[in-house]
């Protein structure tokens, strides 16, 4: 049971313009949602994160967007830079689990950005 | 450099084998995880410790899979008599809880990548 889904593998977009990563998820005690960006034979980098308190969270290139009621939430670089290149991760945790704050991660989206 | 780390970068062992990674967290870190990722899929929670103590196992964690935390510093993951099925990436993070119920960032390692032949 996928709890979290990024439904495009991959996305490729130009440079300069804006890339718009996409992430859905289906149990709604999710309360804090993550983005890391992984490259190859490297462990994932956290990005940015946002609570289920707000509804957008910015953070220089970077902002997250959550519609709690669509249970979605969307990456959004601006402008997009070669070095942006990279499996981007959506995750999410919640307090009922253990209140350990466990990951549960999506499948990842590869985003290229052409020069 | 205080970021995660984590030993060895590359194992490659016969199936039945026994082997053991290392994973040292950011140093005042009081949380440690373990996760396991295969190719095309994202991470997958395996288990985690609030300092020595292991508090959570996933089902994934079959019994041959032990890992301990010794003082709450840095912990290993053992997995005995390997299998091809373990082939994977595992990584490690950690993460500061300043209260039981926090919500915090996970920092993670380069992970150790294990093939089993």
């Known amino acids: 049971d996928q709890q979290v889904k990024q439904n495009s593998p991959s996305l490729s977009v130009q440079e300069g313009r804006i890339s718009i990563l996409n992430c859905d998820y289906t149990n709604s005690m999710f309360d804090y949602f993550l983005w890391y960006k992984k490259y190859p034979a490297e462990g994932p980098t956290f990005l940015i994160s946002i609570s289920s308190i707000k509804d957008k969270n910015e953070d220089g290139r970077f902002t997250v967007f959550l519609n709690k009621s669509a249970k979605h939430l969307s990456l959004h670089i601006v402008p997009s830079q070669p070095g942006d290149s990279a499996v981007y991760f959506c995750a999410a945790t919640a307090l009922i689990y253990n209140q350990g704050g466990k990951l549960i991660f999506g499948q990842g989206t590869e985003l290229s950005v052409k020069p | 450099d205080t970021g995660v780390s984590q030993d060895p970068r590359h194992k490659i062992t016969k199936r039945g084998q026994n082997v053991t990674f290392r994973c040292d967290p950011i140093s005042e870190h009081n949380r440690l995880y373990w996760y396991r990722q295969t190719l095309g899929q994202g991470p997958e929670f395996l288990t985690y410790?609030?300092?020595?103590?292991?508090?959570?196992k996933s089902r994934l964690l079959s019994d041959r899979f032990s890992a301990e935390r010794p003082k709450g510093s840095f912990s290993t993951l053992e997995i005995q008599r390997t299998e091809q099925g373990d082939s994977a990436m595992y990584l490690c993070?950690?993460?500061?809880?300043?209260?039981?119920?926090?919500?915090?960032?996970?920092?993670f390692g380069p992970g150790t990548r294990l093939l089993v032949l």
């Open positions: 410790f609030q300092n020595e103590a292991q508090l959570e």
């Open positions: 993070a950690s993460s500061s809880s300043l209260f039981a119920g926090a919500t915090e960032t996970q920092y």
